[in-house]
């Protein structure tokens, strides 16, 4: 059973927006930390935003540029990808874990299946 469904990747130019979506089922949207990571060729996954509850947080490297944010109505989160610069290339993933702790280590009980950005300058 597919728990969380991602969307919203693409191809933009330097400068760019893009808006990823990831939709949970409702029992996760409303009792898991939710964030979002990104994984580059070669590296291991590294986290960029997370939202648990009322409280969000965007990683250093992306701060002012990223937002995250949650539709409760859709059982939704978005990722707002503003001013992107083709160092943000890459597969971006949802993820889910009913221990905040446990999402900002990496080690989420769920994963999305990924969606590629990709910036070209």
């Known amino acids: 059973q597919v728990q969380l469904v991602e969307s919203g990747g693409g191809s933009v130019q330097a400068g760019g927006s893009l808006r990823l979506s990831c939709e949970a089922s409702a029992d996760i949207f409303m009792n898991y930390a939710m964030g979002w990571f990104r994984q580059t060729p070669g590296n291991k996954r590294e986290g960029v935003a997370s939202v648990d509850g009322a409280s969000a947080d965007v990683d250093a490297p992306w701060k002012g540029r990223f937002t995250i944010a949650r539709d409760s109505a859709k059982n939704t989160m978005y990722l707002h990808m503003n001013s992107l610069k083709p160092e943000d290339t890459a597969m971006y993933y949802c993820?889910?874990?009913?221990?905040?702790?446990?999402?900002?280590?990496?080690?989420?009980?769920?994963w999305g299946q990924g969606t590629q950005v990709t910036v070209s300058s």
């Open positions: 993820a889910a874990a009913k221990i905040w702790a446990n999402l900002a280590i990496g080690r989420p009980d769920y």
